[in-house]
């Protein structure tokens, strides 16, 4: 069983910056991809940014120049560095991956639990 743990949230005054980590708790025989979704109060959950296994990266129009996806393979630990950050980014977000456990395995979906991110005006 592979969990992720996300870190990394808080509160922040409108224009700064987080980062947000999620670390897998073992390390995955197979990535095809990862991802941060965010869900504010009321509304859908949203993609937010997409890595691919070979490093490709994919943004929501509303976060693009303002958020980098990057991924630690050897640390098994996906990252969100987030700047400019706008009252409109307050959201919890989770981290996501399509991977393969073990060699003889599936692949599969694994969330995180979610990080608060709250922006201030």
């Known amino acids: 069983q592979v969990q992720l743990v996300e870190s990394g949230g808080g509160l922040v005054q409108a224009g700064g910056s987080l980062r947000l980590s999620c670390t897998a708790s073992?390390?995955?025989?197979?990535?095809?991809?990862m991802e941060w979704h965010r869900q504010a109060p009321g509304k859908q959950r949203e993609l937010v940014a997409t890595i691919t296994s070979r490093g490709n990266t994919n943004y929501a129009d509303s976060v693009k120049g303002r958020f980098t996806i990057s991924r630690d393979n050897a640390k098994n630990t996906l990252y969100l560095q987030m700047n400019s950050l706008k009252p409109e980014d307050t959201a919890v977000y989770y981290c996501y991956l399509l991977g393969q456990a073990y060699s003889y395995t599936s692949y599969d979906n694994y969330w995180g639990q979610g990080t608060q991110v709250t922006v201030s005006s």
């Open positions: 073992r390390s995955i025989f197979s990535i095809s991809h």
